[in-house]
């Protein structure tokens, strides 16, 4: 089983400058990770992903992530936030394992951009 | 543009009233799913649809019930609305890789808000 924790439930940041969203993970198998936004009253839409590679992950919007295996972590980080990336943030977990590849979400991170 | 649509956006109903959500793709994904998302919480996954195979959560209460008469459709059904199902009920789509394996990537639809006066 896996599990996410995002230790960081609201994240108030001025505009234009730097965030980092905190993501740890926990898993027993190899893992692939995933960082979703959630505007008001919307769905989830993926920001980026991370599946094997290089462990730099780039995304849209500006958004970018590193999965670090040694510190169980996959940061979300932007140089430079606009109002518009005022949102809820989930990262997610899946399992590389056939037959496994349900996503398990953590509880989010409130992102507000103060202008 | 290929999506997932869910209809409606929202929905009331009365406590103890059945109520249908609806989720369509356009995707032409084998693989659609339902979560329930409470206010300020991680979405929780209900049951998923691999196909015509239907696959529930262990802890998803017998209130819940889900269809999927085609590809393209399905929806969820609350036999008995409580005060604690209101919440945001989330469909999403995955496709079935070359490999035969499930994508891990899912696809969201907009999400349908459910109000149990």
């Known amino acids: 089983a896996q599990s996410v924790t995002q230790l960081d439930s609201q994240v108030p940041v001025f505009e234009e400058a730097p965030v980092e969203l905190r993501c740890n993970y926990s898993?027993?198998?190899?893992?692939?990770l995933f960082w979703y936004v959630q505007y008001p009253n919307q769905g989830l839409q993926l920001l980026l992903k991370?599946?094997?590679?290089?462990?730099l992950v780039k995304g849209i919007n500006g958004f970018e992530a590193e999965f670090n295996k040694s510190q169980t972590s996959f940061h979300l980080r932007k140089p430079s936030v606009h109002i518009s990336d005022t949102a809820e943030y989930f990262c997610?977990?899946?399992?590389?394992?056939?037959?496994?590849?349900?996503?398990?979400f953590g509880t989010g991170t409130r992102l507000t951009i103060i202008p | 543009d290929a999506m997932v649509i869910q209809n409606p956006r929202y929905q009331v109903t009365q406590f103890g009233k059945p109520v249908t959500l609806s989720c369509s793709q356009t995707?032409?994904?084998?693989?659609m799913y339902w979560y329930q998302q409470k206010s300020s919480q991680a979405p929780k996954l209900l049951f998923h649809?691999?196909?015509?195979?239907?696959?529930n959560e262990a802890d998803t209460p017998d209130n819940f019930q889900s269809r999927r008469p085609n590809t393209s459709f399905c929806f969820l059904d609350i036999r008995s609305p409580g005060l604690g199902d209101a919440a945001m009920y989330l469909c999403?789509?995955?496709?079935?890789?070359?490999?035969?394996?499930?994508?891990?990537?899912?696809?969201f639809g907009p999400g349908t808000r459910l109000t149990v006066l």
């Open positions: 999403a789509t995955s496709r079935v890789m070359a490999s035969g394996r499930v994508s891990n990537e899912q696809f």
């Open positions: 997610a977990v899946s399992s590389s394992n056939f037959g496994n590849e349900k996503l398990t």
């Open positions: 898993s027993s198998v190899s893992v692939y």
């Open positions: 995707l032409n994904h084998n693989v």
């Open positions: 991370y599946l094997s590679g290089s462990t």
């Open positions: 649809y691999y196909d015509k195979d239907f696959n």
